[in-house]
């Protein structure tokens, strides 16, 4: 069902791969040409590693380390990017989110050029990633159990008020262990709200994926990810929240 208000603030299509060991991250720029100018600003996509080495009565060492993983390319709008690295593809779209069909067959027509470029060896993780910014309104008292079917539990005797939380759960799918997901729902700190119309922000990030059974078949990795990773994603998006949540979004 398509929302009119969407929740959505990003959505993420991520696939990591293994390459061929004589593999050049340069070759990657390769992505500029297959995406013509759709995809205009790009920049390298770095790593950078520290280590502190602590020894008594020795000056602090500190050791550093860089890498080249990739590149990154953003639309005119920078609404959306896509990241192509040694390890792997992540297409993501950041608000205004407008439906699946459009999110995933750019997703997907972005993965081939990749494939066309890296020609990648085995695929080791897909995944499927929803962060929702839901506003809750503020002007009375809340009681998060109106609004959120997973939350975090105190004993009736514990006479407190949450402040902020933050809750992570993993979980398998009864359907196909194989599917699993992170849930991370958060309320931040009152000195780090955005307040928004005397509305308080609750984060619901939703992040499915699949690391077993994986094949370079096209028609399987299509298989889970509209098959499998959306439709968990969809039934936990659903079953998280409680109508007067949808509501908000009508």
Do not use: C
């Not at 996509?45 to 550093?64: A, H, K, R, T």
């Not at 205004?96 to 067959?105: A, G, I, L, M, V």
């Not at 929702?132 to 609004?147: C, H, T, V, W």
């Not at 994926?209 to 959306?230: A, C, G, S, V």
């Amino acid at each position: 069902m398509r929302l009119a208000n969407s929740p959505i603030v990003e959505a993420i299509f991520d696939i990591k791969v293994e390459l061929s060991d004589e593999f050049q991250v340069n070759e990657l720029l390769a992505f500029r040409e297959k995406v013509g100018g759709k995809y205009p600003n790009n920049k390298p996509q770095m790593e950078f590693l520290g280590q502190l080495n602590f020894e008594v009565n020795l000056p602090l060492e500190i050791q550093s380390s860089s890498s080249h993983l990739g590149f990154i390319f953003i639309s005119d709008d920078e609404k959306k990017i896509a990241q192509v690295k040694l390890d792997g593809f992540t297409f993501s779209q950041v608000k205004p989110y407008q439906n699946w069909k459009d999110f995933y067959e750019e997703a997907y027509k972005l993965w081939q050029f990749y494939v066309e470029i890296a020609a990648p060896k085995a695929v080791k993780r897909v995944a499927l990633r929803y962060i929702n910014r839901i506003l809750i309104p503020s002007a009375e008292q809340i009681n998060l159990k109106d609004y959120m079917r997973i939350l975090p539990e105190t004993p009736d005797t514990f006479s407190v008020t949450i402040l902020d939380y933050f809750l992570r759960i993993v979980v398998a799918n009864q359907e196909d262990s194989n599917v699993r997901a992170i849930i991370n729902q958060t309320i931040p700190r009152d000195d780090q709200l955005d307040l928004e119309k005397d509305s308080i922000p609750l984060i619901l990030d939703i992040d499915v994926f699949q690391e077993n059974d994986l094949t370079m078949d096209d028609t399987e990795i299509r298989n889970i990810f509209e098959n499998k990773l959306r439709k968990f994603r969809s039934k936990i998006f659903d079953e998280s929240i409680t109508d007067k949540t949808r509501s908000l979004f009508q």
